[in-house]
């Protein structure tokens, strides 16, 4: 458009603010023939599965003496991990037995060596993943300070100010004390205008400290996460962060370092044990003979 | 700890703040402070008092924080997106893993430790390891993907779903906040969550593994296994027949290892 020409507009001219009303282009979104009824149907079955499954599932008596039973686990990713592992290394186990092909000796033979190596297994990812947790739990509350940096509305800033995440550690022993000096600050300045007549009530007067048995020292970000910052989202990333421990520990120690790095080699080992007598018992026959 | 003993610890120091509650003015103070690392805000040299109990450990300073090469990764959005698919889509995410360690690094190893005269059987274990990863993780992603749809719903409406299961689950009311601290849910939820894989899927999961094994020794390794002493080559190729045969084929049981 000239500039000569919007010199001249008039922009009171009804006829130009009707010709000239921006036309809406934009499409509005239309109901895809192909995919709608899938999505539909495919909405329905989660819906069902929704209903059918897992609320089914938590009004089940099973749930009920479940949650009874594990009041005080922590975890369950660990041990529902165990659980699935102890499942398929059994029906492993189970086979080798049936299996009519091998001599009952070597059946038994395997059937051991899969149920050691289960055992191992299992008990190398339960010790693994609790010496890691106190380790993890200050790569946890690192990763959170990190989102914090990036999320500086996570900090909560109308309540502590703006307080550096680095320090979140320190912040969550003593955010009580930060929060009641913010509110001492903002009492003070809310009674000064007051007392100027320039308060204009955007913050109510006389802010009350924290409760006494709310003041509490955080060791522990997720808990701290769900009673101070309130952050959503942050929530299930500290929950991922630790399904993501030890869902890799069960993978790496299930899958990898006891079947590769500890069997194998303990197999190399017991093969030349077994060379090496069945050779002196040949040479002492041979001595006899 | 009584709150008056605490008012004025000094120990704290409290920078600028923006009293005003203006959008504006608390993006100026993280522009001039944390960006910048140059912080002008509450940056706490702690004395120790106060109501401190907790370890040298836990009070640490994260120096360099968001500098490092981790803590890069920890502030790109796909890490973010990665974490979360471990706690909303948990199976998939143990499929995931099992991809990487069994599809990749544990094949991987089998062949490079592998000697003149198991080279054989490394191949075959590299092979089985291959298998089961990539089975669990296409079966588990597929089976998977609308019990994680159904799972976000009882997680975005958990009254609907959940109602008249205070008592149970500990909580005095059902809601998404409430629920987040109670730990009856999250124990049962992982369940919930994990039982149609880990339990249900596991031993099919298994028998097709078994199945895809001499198509993955064709056609990532190039090398057919040949039936022994004239033994008659398998006839019947229907998927179930083939699991059977391998399961009871001897070679299958030299394999020695845990999850397969």
């Given amino acids: ?289 | 700890m009584k709150v008056n003993s605490v008012q004025y610890d000094r120990s704290l120091k409290q920078g600028y703040h923006s009293d005003t509650g203006n959008p504006a003015g608390i993006a100026k103070e993280y522009s001039a402070g944390v960006r910048n690392n140059n912080n002008t805000g509450y940056n706490v040299a702690f004395s120790g008092s106060g109501a401190s109990k907790t370890s040298k450990a836990a009070a640490k300073v994260f120096n360099n924080l968001g500098n490092t090469v981790t803590d890069k990764m920890f502030r790109s959005e796909k890490f973010k997106k990665l974490v979360e698919v471990f706690e909303e889509k948990t199976v998939v995410a143990q499929a995931l893993v099992a991809l990487v360690v069994a599809g990749v690094l544990r094949p991987a190893t089998n062949m490079a430790m592998a000697g003149k005269n198991d080279r054989e059987d490394s191949m075959y274990a590299a092979a089985h390891a291959i298998s089961s990863a990539v089975i669990g993780f296409v079966v588990s992603s597929i089976v998977m993907a609308p019990f994680d749809k159904a799972f976000k719903k009882i997680k975005a409406e958990p009254k609907k779903y959940l109602n008249g299961l205070e008592d149970m689950l500990g909580v005095k009311e059902i809601g998404k906040r409430k629920l987040e601290k109670s730990k009856p849910y999250k124990n049962i939820s992982k369940v919930a969550q994990m039982i149609p894989d880990s339990i249900v899927l596991g031993i099919p999961k298994a028998m097709l593994t078994i199945a895809l094994i001499p198509a993955i020794l064709k056609y990532v390794f190039g090398w057919e296994r040949k039936p022994k002493g004239g033994q008659k080559p398998v006839q019947n190729n229907t998927v179930m027949a083939y699991a059977q045969n391998f399961l009871n084929n001897p070679a299958f049981d030299k394999f020695k290892g845990g999850n397969k």
Avoid: C
Wanted: glycine share 4%; charged share 25%; proline share 4%.
């Fill in chain 1, 1 to 289: 458009m000239q500039i000569s020409s919007l010199q001249t507009l008039n922009l009171n001219n009804v006829n130009y603010s009707r010709q000239n009303k921006p036309a809406f282009t934009g499409k509005v979104p239309v109901e895809s023939k192909l995919f709608n009824p899938i999505s539909k149907r495919y909405d329905k079955m989660t819906d069902w599965i929704a209903r059918n499954y897992y609320e089914r599932f938590y009004r089940s008596s099973f749930a009920k003496w479940f949650i009874d039973k594990t009041k005080n686990v922590k975890n369950m990713t660990t041990h529902m991990s165990a659980v699935g592992a102890t499942l398929i290394s059994g029906m492993y186990t189970v086979r080798t037995l049936q299996n009519d092909k091998l001599d009952p000796e070597k059946r038994k033979t395997l059937a051991l060596n899969d149920v050691m190596t289960w055992g191992l297994s299992t008990a190398g990812s339960y010790f693994l993943d609790s010496k890691l947790a106190n380790w993890w739990d200050g790569v946890t509350t690192r990763f959170a300070a990190n989102y914090l940096l990036d999320h500086p509305q996570g900090k909560k800033p109308r309540t502590f100010g703006n307080w550096n995440p680095a320090n979140l550690n320190k912040f969550m022993e003593k955010w009580y004390l930060v929060k009641n000096r913010r509110i001492d600050n903002l009492n003070r300045k809310i009674a000064a205008s007051i007392a100027d007549g320039s308060y204009k009530g955007a913050r109510k007067p006389n802010l009350q400290h924290v409760k006494p048995e709310d003041a509490i020292s955080y060791k522990n970000i997720r808990d701290f996460n769900l009673d101070v910052l309130k952050n959503k989202r942050l929530t299930t990333l500290i929950d991922g962060m630790g399904v993501l421990k030890s869902l890799f520990v069960f993978g790496m120690v299930y899958r990898y370092i006891v079947p590769v790095l500890v069997m194998k080699p303990a197999n190399k080992i017991g093969a030349m044990i077994h060379k090496k007598n069945a050779e002196k018992a040949e040479q002492q026959d041979v001595k006899k003979a």
